[in-house]
C-alpha cells in the first residue's frame, strides 16, 4: 500500500534581509563604487534565498512501499522511499526520516541510537530519481505500520530550511514463527500434523459396504431391516471409513478458568505458534484447512475464523488469524467450540490446541468425537493422567507440546 501526498510545508529560519535593505541605501547614498557592488551581492543573496527555500520541497513526490507485506516474524522487509525532483532546480541536500511504528525497528541499532526511525540524506539533482531501501525488523507476529515520512530541505546558502510530513499507508503482517525457531528443544510438530490429516476412519454413511449380525449396542437407526428378514436375524449396516481430508484447528488462547481475568502471553504465543506450524503442514499436505478460535483480533476486536478450503488463500487467512490474535479470549474454549459444532464438516479431523486442559474442555472433545469427528488435542501443559485416560477411553488422540527439555531448558 502506497500514499503520496502534499502537505502544507513549515518553513524555519529567515535570511537577514535588513542588511541587503541597509546595504542598498548606504549604497545609493555614497554611491561608491565597492558598496554598490556589496548592495548588489546582498540583494542577489536574498533573492537566491528567498527563490530557492520556497520551492525546495516544491514539485518533489515521495512514495513509500513496504515488500514483502506478509512476512513471518523475524524476518527483514525492505521499506523503499522513492524521491523525485520534477523541478529543473536542485536540492544541495535533502533528509529524509522514516518514521517507525510500534513492533517495527532497525535491523541492527547500535548501541544509543533511537529506535523509532531511520534516517537517510543525499543531494539531489534536478529532475532527478533517488530509490533508497531500507531494511527493517519485524521481531514479533502480528499486524504493523510505518510512517509517517519526513522530509526536510532548504535554500542553496543554508539560511532557512523546509519540512515537511507525508503519510505513509504501507502495513506489514508477520506470520507466527515456527515452533522450531521459537524453541529448538522442542520436537517436530509434523507427526501430529501427519496424524492430524490422515484419511478418516470414522465410518461415512452415504458409503455402504454390506451388513453384519447385529450386536448389542448397536443403533436402531444401523439396523438393515430387508436383510434381516430375508437371513431371519437382525442385520447391522457397514460403511466405508470416510475419507475426508478436512482439518479444523480449534485454537484456544484461553490460559486460565477465568479468562476473562487472567491471560498468559507466553502459553497463548506457543500455541499460536504450534497452531500456525500444524496449519502450514496440513495445507502443504493438500488438506482443506479451517480455523476456529476463542481469542480476540488485536485490530478488529472480533473473534476472527477462517472458512474450510484448499490452497494458498485459505492459507493465508488462517496465518493472517493468528498472527493478529490476542492473548484475551471472548469465552471459554468448549462453549466456543461446541457452538461450531454444527458449521463442522461431517467426518473431519478437529486439532484442538489449547495452553491447557480443564474438565470442561475435556467433556467438549468427547461430544465432538461422538458426533463422528476425529479429534487429536495438543496441548502446552501437562494433561492430567485422569484427562489423558478419559480421552483415551473415547478415542480421542493427544500429545503434550512442551517437551521435558524445554522444561530443563529453562
Given amino acids: 500500500m502506497e500514499l503520496d501526498t502534499h502537505p502544507l510545508d513549515s518553513r524555519t529560519g529567515r535570511f537577514p534581509w535588513q542588511i541587503a535593505v541597509l546595504f542598498v541605501a548606504i549604497a545609493a547614498i555614497s554611491r561608491a563604487p565597492a558598496l554598490i557592488v556589496l548592495a548588489f551581492g546582498a540583494v542577489v543573496a536574498w533573492l537566491v534565498v528567498e527563490i530557492t527555500g520556497r520551492l525546495a520541497l516544491s514539485a518533489v513526490d515521495a512514495r513509500v512501499t513496504l515488500t514483502p507485506d506478509r512476512i513471518i516474524a523475524g524476518e527483514l522487509p525492505i521499506a523503499t522511499i522513492e524521491l523525485a525532483n520534477r523541478k529543473p532546480l536542485p536540492l544541495p541536500w535533502l533528509e529524509a526520516r522514516l518514521f517507525l511504528g ?48 519526513r522530509l526536510r530541505a532548504g535554500d542553496w546558502l543554508g539560511f532557512t530550511q523546509t519540512e515537511r510530513s507525508v503519510p505513509v499507508g504501507s502495513e506489514v503482517i508477520a506470520y507466527p514463527a515456527p515452533l522450531a525457531v521459537r524453541d529448538r528443544a522442542l520436537a517436530s510438530l509434523r507427526p501430529l ?8 476412519l470414522v465410518p461415512d454413511p452415504l458409503r455402504f459396504r454390506g451388513v453384519r449380525p447385529h450386536r448389542r449396542g448397536d443403533a436402531r437407526k444401523e439396523i438393515h431391516w430387508k436383510a434381516s428378514a430375508r437371513l431371519g436375524e437382525l442385520q447391522t449396516k457397514l460403511y466405508e471409513p470416510a475419507t475426508s481430508l478436512d482439518s479444523i484447528f480449534l485454537v484456544n488462547v484461553a490460559s486460565y478458568e477465568q479468562y476473562w481475568i487472567q491471560a498468559d502471553p507466553e502459553a497463548a504465543e506457543l500455541v499460536v505458534s504450534a497452531a500456525a506450524e500444524l496449519v502450514r503442514l496440513a495445507a502443504g499436505a493438500g488438506r482443506q484447512v479451517g480455523l476456529v478460535t476463542n481469542g480476540i483480533d488485536n485490530l478488529t476486536h472480533e473473534r ?47 486439532v484442538i490446541v489449547t495452553p491447557r486442559l480443564g474438565q470442561g474442555l475435556a467433556n ?47
Avoid at 111 to 139: K, M, Y
Avoid at 321 to 349: D, H, S
Fill in 102 to 149: 510500534e513492533g517495527v525497528e532497525p535491523p541492527n541499532p547500535a548501541p544509543g541510537t533511537p529506535r523509532g526511525w531511520i534516517d537517510c540524506g543525499f543531494p539531489l539533482r534536478g529532475r532527478e530519481r533517488v530509490v533508497v531501501r531500507l531494511p527493517v525488523r519485524v521481531p514479533a507476529r502480528g499486524a504493523y505500520a510505518i510512517g509517517p515520512l
Fill in 193 to 200: 500434523a501427519e496424524t492430524a490429516t490422515r484419511r478418516g
Fill in 364 to 410: 467438549a472433545a468427547v461430544a465432538l468425537r461422538r458426533a463422528h469427528q476425529r479429534v487429536l488435542v495438543v496441548c502446552v501443559g501437562e494433561i492430567p493422567a485422569a484427562l489423558g485416560g478419559h480421552l483415551t477411553v473415547h478415542g480421542i488422540s493427544h500429545d503434550v507440546l512442551t517437551q521435558r527439555e524445554r522444561r530443563a531448558a529453562v
Fill in 304 to 350: 476472527p475464523r477462517s472458512a474450510l478450503g484448499r490452497g494458498p488463500r485459505s492459507l493465508t487467512r488462517s496465518l493472517e488469524i493468528l498472527a493478529r490474535l490476542g492473548p484475551y479470549a471472548v469465552g471459554a474454549p468448549e462453549t466456543v467450540f461446541l457452538r461450531e459444532r454444527g458449521r463442522l464438516p461431517w467426518g473431519a479431523t478437529l
